[in-house]
C-alpha cells in the first residue's frame, strides 16, 4: 500500500479529511490513560477496546513500532448549532462506518493497525471481562485508549483538529508497514 493509494482509500471510503504521518513521532502518553482511568467517557473497565482491556501502554506502544507510516481519517458534520447532539452520534457512526468500509478496501495481506474513535459500539452489550470479544478482527481500539492525543497526530499529519463553529470532527487512523 502506498500512501497515494492509502489517500485515493480514504476518499472512496468517504472521509472528509485524510493526511499521512509517520508513526515514529507518535507518542504514547500515560496522561492520556489517565484520563480514561478517572472516567471521562465512563468505559474506562468496561469493554475490550477500552483499558485496561485493551492492554497496557506499552502493549499499544510495541503494537504500533511495527509501522512506519499512518493515515490520519476525518469525518466533519455540519451541526445546527452546538447542541446539535443527532449530528454529533450520526458524525460518530458515520466514521466508524467509513472505517469499516476504508479496511475492506485495503488489498488483502496488507498488515494494518487502525485505531478509531472512542469505544467499540458493535455489539450493544461488551462481554468484558467475563468472556473474549466477540468480534476481535472487527473491533478497533481507540486512538486515546493508545495513549495518542488526537490533536498531536492531527498536527503530525498536517490536518485541522478544528473546522470551525458548529462542526463536529471525529478522527480516527490506520498504521501501516
Known sequence: MTKEQAIQLANEAGFS???IF???KLRFLPEVRDMCAAGKCQKYD???SC???CGTLDDSREKAKQFSWGILLQMTGEMEDDFDVETMM?????LKANLTKFLDLVPEGEKCLAMSAGACTICKECTYPDAPC???EK???SMEAYGLVVSEVCQLADTPYYYGPCTM???CCVLFE
Open 17 to 19: 479529511h485524510s493526511g
Open 134 to 136: 466477540r468480534f476481535p
Open 46 to 48: 468496561k469493554c475490550w
Open 139 to 141: 473491533m478497533h481500539t
Open 169 to 171: 470532527t471525529y478522527t
Open 22 to 24: 509517520a508513526t515514529e
Open 51 to 53: 483499558p485496561p482491556g
Open 90 to 94: 450520526e458524525t460518530e457512526v458515520q
